[in-house]
């Protein structure tokens, strides 16, 4: 059921890569989705750039050109899901440890669609638990600055990010202020990116129920 929900979300974002000629892609089920309704259309656009190794083997297996984000300048659109979405259209993401990257697309792009069904919108975020990339040698000292913050730091075990680092879920977090963390949390020594997405928040978010398919803006 969710699956389907999140196929409808992915079906409902092609009207906007209408004439764009690379495509950012994000990382997770609900991205997939979207990469395989690209196959039939992969003529009509150059390639894209992609936020993981992941999404990457997926784009090729279907023919779709891997380009280097440095050589394509600003994007016209990017697409990726969420681990949490608010009213104010901004979110906690990470739940599949591309955040950095995925951060690194949406911030060099103009529009941010955010393909979801609806059980990640929520009033505040911050029950999931909210990822940190890290340096591996500063994953004791970032763990305490969190816990002085007010979070529970958990080392997500055997995983390691596609940049070679290590991620920490912060769990008990009730995110009240999502710019002021999201700022706190990147001032950490050793921190790479947090997940929330609140500075660069999304444009449009597409949002699939059982009724229809709820489009989100500010
Ligand atoms: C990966 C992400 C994903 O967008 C997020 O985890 C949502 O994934 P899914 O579409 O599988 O629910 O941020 O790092």
New binding site residues.
């Given amino acids: 059921m969710q699956e389907n929900l ?1 196929k409808q979300a992915a079906i409902a974002a092609l009207p906007y890569i209408k004439n764009c000629r690379i495509l950012g892609i ?6 997939n989705h979207f990469i395989d309704q690209l196959a039939p259309l992969k003529a009509q656009f150059e390639g894209a750039v992609s936020s993981s190794e992941t999404s990457t083997e997926k784009l090729l297996s279907l023919g779709i050109p891997i380009l280097d984000l440095n050589a394509v300048g600003t994007l016209d659109v990017y697409i ?4 949490e979405i608010n009213n104010n259209l901004q979110l906690v ?7 950095t990257r ?1 951060k690194i697309i949406a911030a060099a792009s103009r529009r941010f669609i955010c393909i ?1 069904d609806q059980s990640k919108l929520v009033s505040r975020l911050g029950s999931f638990p909210l990822p940190l990339e890290v340096i591996p040698m500063a994953r004791s000292y970032v763990a305490r600055e969190v816990i002085a913050l007010g979070g529970r730091p958990v080392w997500r075990e055997n995983f390691i990010t596609d940049n070679g680092n290590i991620i920490l879920d912060i769990h008990g977090l009730d995110i009240l202020e999502p710019m002021k963390l999201e700022n706190t949390l990147n001032n950490i020594t050793g921190v790479v990116t947090n ?1 929330l997405f609140a500075k660069r928040s999304a444009d449009t978010v597409l949002l699939a129920s059982e009724k229809s398919t709820q489009t989100l803006t500010l």
Wanted: proline share 0%.
């Fill in positions: 999140k994000g990382t997770g089920s609900t991205v990726d899901g969420a681990d993401k990470g739940g599949g440890g591309a955040l995925e979801a997940g």
